[in-house]
């Protein structure tokens, strides 16, 4: 716990109930080996293996992350309501947990486990804390104020956030200004877009392991991202106060239909058959949202035109993206 929050006594628990493992091999995992067939090493112009991958399954995901030192990343990462933390907790018990559901992997960390270099576990890793910025002076940031999740990373996009804030307020202040009223908006911000991203985490777990469902999840999670808080975020707008609150009416409309949405997902998935059907499945992610649909005719992301029209200009895109499946998984 950070020096800042344990001093203050600001700890707050999360919702958020997962846990982690994780672990170094000095090994170099390519995932590209792992099937001969050529259509499917064609189907990616760049080696698989250079990226970060996830194998999923329901209530869980194992990250295989190449390290520049040569040596690779291995984490899993588990609803405690499917995969029980004490399953996970030690490097004997995480061996036979892969063996048990990622048997492909777990041979291929069998036959380098003479190479392991560490090992280490982190119980429920989310947490909150009660108060981040504080106008006596004070101000917290990154993984010593509040960690939600792992996946797609948010803890980085936390960090620029929050340090955006404090920046702000350290330049309103260094100018003379009252930033009382600043600290408490941005204070107000912060706990919305915690609150925001953690729908997409929360209780979401399970879908992993509905492979049509977790895909479609993750277009969704990706148009919501890039056409919502990073393009505010890029356009710097998030810091702009006046121009969050004209708009604060349709972003939390947005935020009503992703907590929908990540409903409907969470149905879905619950209802969907075993995953066999999508075994051989490819999806090129870069051919699934489609810019060029204009915006009035899709009602539901009408309210965000009229926000983006509003301020971000001529970074705007000309439409916001519009999911569109190709054949295959529709
Ligand atoms: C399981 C898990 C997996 C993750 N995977 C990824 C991932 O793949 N990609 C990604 O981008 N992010 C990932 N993250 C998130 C990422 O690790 C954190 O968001 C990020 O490291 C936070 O950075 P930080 O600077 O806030 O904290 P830290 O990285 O923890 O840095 C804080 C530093 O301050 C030092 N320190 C603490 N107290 C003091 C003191 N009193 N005096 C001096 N120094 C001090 C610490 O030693 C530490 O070096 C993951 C997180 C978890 C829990």
């Known amino acids: 716990m950070g020096l800042l929050k344990r001093k203050l006594k600001l700890a707050k628990p999360a919702y958020h109930d997962v846990n982690a493992s994780w672990?170094?091999?000095?090994?170099?995992?390519?995932?590209?080996?792992?099937?001969?067939?050529?259509?499917w090493q064609g189907q990616v112009e760049e080696p698989r293996w250079l990226s970060t991958n996830h194998l999923l399954g329901k209530g869980y995901w194992v990250w295989i992350i190449p390290l520049s030192s040569g040596a690779t990343s291995i984490g899993i990462v588990a609803d405690p309501n499917k995969h029980p933390y004490a399953e996970l907790n030690t490097f004997a018990r995480a061996r036979v947990w892969l063996s048990k559901y990622e048997p492909q992997f777990a041979g291929i960390i069998e036959a380098h486990v003479d190479q392991v270099q560490d090992f280490l576990t982190l119980k429920h890793y989310s947490y909150n804390c009660k108060k981040m910025f504080s106008a006596d002076g004070w101000a917290i940031t990154?993984?010593?104020?509040?960690?939600l999740d792992p996946f797609y990373s948010p803890g980085s996009d936390f960090i620029a956030m929050n340090n955006s804030f404090i920046t702000e307020l350290i330049v309103k202040h260094y100018a003379g200004e009252d930033i009382v009223q600043a600290t408490g908006e941005y204070e107000k911000?912060?706990?919305?877009?915690?609150?925001?991203?953690?729908?997409?985490?929360?209780?979401?777990?399970?879908i992993m392991g509905s492979a049509r469902v977790?895909?479609?999840?993750?277009?969704?999670?990706?148009?919501?991202?890039?056409?919502?808080?990073?393009?505010?975020?890029?356009?710097?707008?998030?810091?702009?106060?006046v121009f969050m609150q004209r708009g604060g009416a349709q972003l939390q409309q947005i935020y009503q239909l992703n907590f929908e949405m990540q409903g409907l997902f969470r149905h879905w998935a619950e209802a969907e058959l075993p995953n066999g059907d999508m075994r051989d499945k490819f999806l090129n992610y870069t051919r699934c949202s489609s810019f060029s649909i204009p915006l009035p005719s899709n009602s539901y992301l009408h309210p965000a035109e009229q926000y983006f029209n509003d301020g971000v200009g001529s970074k705007r895109p000309k439409s916001l993206p519009i999911i569109c499946f190709p054949d295959g998984i529709s």
């Open 142 to 147: 990154g993984d010593a104020g509040v960690f």
């Open 214 to 241: 977790m895909t479609i999840k993750v277009i969704w999670d990706f148009t919501l991202y890039w056409s919502g808080i990073a393009l505010l975020f890029f356009s710097n707008k998030l810091t702009d106060l």
């Open 189 to 206: 911000l912060f706990r919305t877009l915690f609150l925001a991203f953690g729908t997409v985490y929360e209780e979401q777990y399970p």
């Open 23 to 39: 672990f170094r091999i000095n090994h170099q995992i390519r995932v590209d080996d792992w099937v001969d067939d050529p259509q």
